[in-house]
T-cell receptor, first 113, second 117 residues
Framework: DTEVTQTPKHLVMGMTNKKSLKCEQHMGHRAMYWYKQKAKKPPELMFVYSYEKLSINESVPSRFSPECPNSSLLNLHLHALQPEDSALYLC????????????FGPGTRLLVL | AQKVTQAQTEISVVEKEDVTLDCVYETRDTTYYLFWYKQPPSGELVFLIRRNSFDEQNEISGRYSWNFQKSTSSFNFTITASQVVDSAVYFCALRRAGGTSYGKLTFGQGTILTVHP
């Protein structure tokens, strides 16, 4: 079963709101990823967690705060976002190991007003 | 530096036509991994295939086939007898080997495929 789930599917928030995106996988994967995708562009890596520890932060602004409570869950906390942060946020997971395939969730479409 | 080029921004075909999506990559690594993903309008990236640089065998899976040629740094994807359900954005991606055991995918810009009935 190669399923990654994400909630919510859609989110509208104001610039002063605080919200969270959630991602869950039950494939026993030990690496989890957050990507941001703008319309008509490829996904851009934001964060990588490995064994529940933050391994890669691609210079993402601090208004995005990732959290990995356990090996199956990945959250992205949002605070004081800007309209330009509106995008599709994709979560992915993979096994540890060289070249392992990343499996993606359906994404959360975020609109910041 | 790594780079993936998908020169075809958009392709439009009629159902049952064959269509080839081109992917050309640049890397200085001798070991690397190549991927194709499909992104339908719903948004989810669906994994299609992974190839490592030592495996140049072409692969066929149903109506899908892939042609990997290291000599030309290309990893092209052909859909035979296209169907409306094949309409999506297709991304080719490259991942280097070595270093950390998880890592960054370098994506091409994507090719929008529209299959008309």
């Amino acid at each position: 079963d190669t399923e990654v789930t994400q909630t919510p599917k859609h989110l509208v928030m104001g610039m002063t709101n605080k919200k969270s995106l959630k991602c869950e996988q039950h494939m026993g994967h030990r690496a989890m990823y957050w990507y941001k995708q703008k319309a008509k562009k490829p996904p851009e890596l934001m964060f990588v967690y490995s064994y529940e520890k933050l391994s890669i932060n691609e210079s993402v602004p601090s208004r995005f705060s990732p959290e990995c409570p356990n090996s199956s869950l990945l959250n992205l906390h949002l605070h004081a976002l800007q309209p330009e942060d509106s995008a599709l946020y994709l979560c992915a997971s993979s096994q540890e190991g060289e070249g392992e395939t990343q499996y993606f969730g359906p994404g959360t479409r975020l609109l910041v007003l | 530096a790594q780079k993936v080029t998908q020169a075809q921004t958009e392709i439009s075909v009629v159902e049952k036509e064959d269509v080839t999506l081109d992917c050309v990559y640049e890397t200085r690594d001798t070991t690397y991994y190549l991927f194709w993903y499909k992104q339908p309008p719903s948004g989810e990236l669906v994994f299609l295939i992974r190839r490592n640089s030592f495996d140049e065998q072409n692969e066929i899976s149903g109506r899908y086939s892939w042609n990997f040629q290291k000599s030309t740094s290309s990893f092209n994807f052909t859909i035979t007898a296209s169907q409306v359900v094949d309409s999506a954005v297709y991304f080719c991606a490259l991942r280097r080997a070595g270093g950390t055991s998880y890592g960054k995918l370098t994506f091409g810009q994507g090719t929008i495929l529209t299959v008309h009935p």
